[in-house]
């Protein structure tokens, strides 16, 4: 459960981090957005406070998501699809996760860029809540979106139209995995360059965008905050640096990071000054709990 609520909890830090960061300068380097938080202390001790770091809508719709799936009411898209993840986490509950959340994407993002990206999310908040190997993540999802596309024929209507888009996720993804050298089931550890700083990282995150914003799509959020993961190990900071601290739209991708991060490793590694007067903390702890709760339920 602990873990439950630090996802929520984490996202959200994320997202504020992320999220200031992106909307001071839409045109700033990475490096250039890791010295304001370096110098303010914001990703060691200050207070995340509701005035100063407000979290965004990626924050907003994943409670509204959270909410729907523990109440009853509303969706989202890649962002905002952690949750569906972490109330469908068991592998029994595989098809059920990949429907929830591939119309959660729809819901507003009606494209297949968004709502497999959508898919990518809830896929990855599950295997956290499993405890799979992170370096397994990326194949199993390219492996598991042959259900999506099984379950959209059923319901969307000129499926054949999406098809080039949907094999741009695909190839986008399988593009990634071969060059971090995660693509096969050797057991390997993700390869990096040998100097991938925030310039560097920009350079990357530049090239697997469509539009030369990294995080801007369905596709490369997700990406990016994997990446982060893999290179970040249990470090929060190493996190924040390759997610939260870049130059392009590091609120989403800084969402994607700290939820994820919660389910691998708790709030252990956070200092507790960024989160303790969080926007919404009490309700995203209670949503954690209850997504926590709900899925052990599951028979």
């Not at 990016?224 to 993961?229: K, R, T």
């Amino acid at each position: 459960m602990e873990k439950f609520k630090a996802a929520m909890l984490l996202g959200a830090v994320g997202d504020a981090l992320g999220h200031r960061n992106a909307h001071k300068d839409t045109s700033a380097s990475g490096r250039k957005v890791q010295e304001g938080p370096q110098t303010s202390g914001s990703l060691d001790q200050r207070p995340l406070s509701p005035e100063k770091w407000p979290v965004s809508d990626n924050t907003i719709m994943h409670l509204t998501t959270a909410g729907a799936l523990t109440t009853g009411s509303g969706f989202g898209a890649a962002t905002k699809a952690m949750c569906v993840g972490m109330r469908y986490w068991k592998p029994e509950r595989l098809q059920t996760l990949v429907e929830v959340s591939v119309e959660c994407g729809r819901m507003t993002h009606n494209h297949p860029t968004g709502f497999l990206g959508s898919l990518c999310t809830a896929l990855f908040a599950s295997y956290a809540a499993q405890g799979k190997p992170l370096e397994q993540w990326g194949r199993d999802m390219v492996r598991t979106v042959p259900l999506a596309e099984e379950y959209c024929k059923k319901t969307i209507r000129h499926l054949a139209e999406y098809q080039e888009h949907w094999f741009y996720f695909e190839a986008k993804w399988q593009f990634y995995l071969e060059e971090r050298k995660i693509s096969d089931d050797t057991g390997s550890k993700a390869v990096f360059p040998d100097r991938y700083d925030a310039e560097e990282r920009d350079k990357a995150y530049r090239k697997w965008s469509s539009e030369g914003r990294g995080g801007r799509r369905g596709h490369d959020a997700p990406m990016i905050a994997y990446d982060a993961l893999l290179g970040a190990g249990n470090s929060w900071t190493e996190l924040c640096h390759r997610a939260m601290c870049h130059g392009g739209e590091s609120g989403a991708t800084g969402t994607i990071a700290g939820c994820l991060f919660g389910l691998l490793h708790g709030l252990d590694a956070v200092p507790e000054g960024l989160y303790q007067d969080l926007e919404h903390r009490e309700e995203l702890a209670c949503l954690g709990e209850a997504l926590y709760r709900l899925s052990a339920e599951d028979k």
